[in-house]
């Protein structure tokens, strides 16, 4: 079984020297606690409680799964244990307001701790990552009522949230919601339905799970105009902080599925249970997605999360195996035969993961301090502030968890393929990172939606090719003063302003054709989504070996020379290898939908 070791350095490499956070925090009203010293003490203390007590857990909670029984849901072996663990510790209040009990940290300190437990044991991590869209819904749209029943429980943890959205008859398209909410007397609601595909929506590591349910007031407009959210609890809370009596709501089944085996995902029966409504009534999905774009940024943290689990594993077993000799003479002569490292083929499956992780790592911790910099908007109650990085998250977000999590189950396979037909058996753990990494492109919006997200709604209608030009104007900025550089920096920079160039061009080609062709976008979007991945990981891995030059030159990195040296080589790789993929999906982008809508339905088969 793989041994999960936290990435620290690579983590410090990002944090103190790529992306600065120091100087980013000072810049904060809320980043005052967070110096390089409270820093260091929380990755380290993460970095502890994964490696220990989640790592351990993740092969055998798997191998046991969740039970049912009589609408009772039990977690495996160990779970509870280790939920204490983590509510004991405060991991999970990291970055929520001191007013509810949180510690008042920036966001991205939350995301730091997230990717190590996410690595370690995603199962786990489903538990308490679900609270963190439910907490920021109440936040940000709750009643101060509701954020004092509600708000330090889930921060601490002792309670757990859930997001409530889909039903067998829809899942994307949500304006098919048929749960009703009837106004009661007293101003709350009765709240009726089925929903589905609920991620720990019943369990027993905390006392309460507070549902955020999506439903429809009667004569309310049909469709998407006509859902209004609420906040309904698996039990009623005293004002005390004490807990009453259950509500009406319950768990029908949880699913028999292919990963994840060790988080529960529940189907929740609501039979007039009692909700309270959240906002403005018919407003929900408004305040739902602040729900979603955190739910989707944390499914972009799995496919980093699996590509540097696997990764481990693939390198700690291509170090250890023998297997015939290297095609360019014996490496290792004393052996029976040369370990798989020196083997061409699992030299490529190896950097190619690493590339993913390293350079997904770095492509998220940016977009962390965008986040950080809209929340501490909110906190100062600076609209203007709050929209902007709001909207430029919003870009982010769509590439980030389509294309990372495309590119973590890559990694993943390429994993279970190092260690060959060892990789196909349980006992090993590589085949369930594959089979956990699967449900990362789907959950939260498969890759077709966040395509037509990106392409669709943020580039050609809300903005109309703005957030590409200015996110491409920070790569031009970028690779402007070494572009006459010799070496593999000068050419990374050439690179980077024709990337750069293109992605615009690419923009306003399919602008300028999608009025025509009405299918043109749909056809286009997961390529053009792609491409944006591929050309933005490109810009953070010249970014690393940029500084990784700088450092090894100046030899006053905190890094060793052969640590900035690999960096290089990795980034290399990156733009030899992965980058040309861009051409092709450029190149699909572009292709007429007409190949893709031309046959009729019914010649799609002939039994």
Not at 67 to 87: C, I, L, M, N, S
Not at 323 to 339: F, W
Not at 538 to 553: E, I, N, P, R, V
């Amino acid at each position: 079984m793989p041994t999960y070791k936290a990435p620290l350095r690579d983590m410090r490499f990002l944090i103190n020297e790529v992306l600065d956070y120091p100087a980013h925090y000072a810049r904060l009203s809320s980043g005052g606690e967070a110096t390089p010293d409270m820093v260091e003490a929380i990755l380290a203390g993460a970095a502890t409680l994964c490696e220990e007590v989640l790592a351990p857990l993740n092969l055998s909670g798997d191998r046991e799964g969740c039970h049912f029984k009589d609408g009772e849901v039990t977690t495996p072996a160990g779970f509870r244990d280790a939920y204490q663990k983590f509510v004991e510790g405060g991991w999970q209040g990291l970055s929520f307001p001191t007013k509810y009990g949180g510690h008042g940290l920036p966001t991205s300190m939350s995301v730091f701790k997230t990717e190590m437990m996410g690595a370690a044991n995603w199962s786990f991590n489903m538990y308490p990552g679900l609270s963190l869209g439910c907490i920021n819904t109440l936040l940000k749209y709750g009643t101060e009522a509701q954020k004092s029943l509600y708000l330090p429980a889930l921060v601490s943890g002792e309670w757990t949230g859930t997001m409530c959205l889909t039903e067998a008859q829809c899942g994307t398209d949500l304006g098919q919601v048929t749960t009703r909410a009837e106004p009661r007397p007293d101003g709350s609601y009765a709240i009726t339905g089925t929903k589905m595909f609920i991620s720990a929506g019943e369990h027993d590591l905390a006392a309460n799970i507070v549902h955020i349910v999506l439903a429809r007031l009667s004569g309310a407009p049909a469709g998407t105009r006509g859902l209004s959210l609420f906040v309904v609890p698996k039990f009623f809370a005293n004002e005390e902080g004490s807990l009453g009596r259950r509500n009406s709501v319950s768990c029908g089944a949880i699913e028999h599925k292919m990963g994840i085996r060790a988080s529960p995902t529940a189907v929740l029966n609501f039979d007039t249970a009692v909700g309270q409504l959240i906002f403005e009534p018919n407003k929900g999905l408004e305040a739902m997605f602040t729900f979603m774009n955190t739910a989707r940024l944390g499914i972009a943290l799995q496919g980093i999360a699996h590509a540097e689990a696997s990764f481990q594993g693939a390198l700690a077993y291509a170090r250890e195996r023998r297997s015939m000799r290297a095609l360019s003479g014996k490496k290792e002569p004393d052996s029976v035969a040369d370990a798989l490292i020196w083997h061409a083929d699992v030299r490529r499956m190896l950097l190619t993961q690493k590339a993913i992780a390293e350079g997904g790592r770095a492509m998220i911790y940016a977009a962390a301090q965008t986040a950080d910099i809209m929340f501490n908007a909110v906190l100062d109650e600076d609209r203007a502030t709050q929209v902007e990085y709001d909207n430029l998250l919003g870009f982010y977000t769509p590439i980030l968890k389509g294309f990372l999590t495309e590119l973590g189950l890559e990694a993943a396979n390429l994993g279970m393929q190092v260690f060959g037909g060892h990789g196909y058996i349980h006992e090993h753990g590589m085949e369930q990172m594959v089979r956990d990494a699967r449900i990362a492109t789907l959950y939260e919006g498969t890759t077709g939606i966040q395509a037509l997200d990106l392409l669709g709604r943020k580039v050609l209608i809300g903005t109309r090719g703005k957030c590409v030009r200015d996110f491409t104007r920070l790569m031009l900025r970028f690779a402007r003063p070494h572009l006459l550089a010799g070496g593999c920096l000068g050419a990374m920079a050439r690179s980077t302003v024709k990337r750069a160039i293109e992605w615009n061009l690419l923009t306003l080609r399919i602008m300028s054709r999608a009025g025509r062709d009405r299918d043109l976008v749909g056809s286009a979007s997961v390529d053009y989504l792609m491409y944006s991945g591929y050309v933005m990981m490109g810009y953070f891995w010249a970014l690393q070996a940029d500084k990784a030059y700088k450092y090894l030159s100046s030899g006053q990195g905190a890094e060793s020379a052969a640590f900035y040296c690999a960096k290089i080589q990795t980034a290399e790789f990156y733009f030899d290898r992965l980058l040309p993929r861009a051409d092709g999906h450029r190149r699909g982008a572009l292709a007429p939908a007409r190949s893709l809508m031309q046959m009729d339905n019914a010649s799609f088969a002939f039994p």
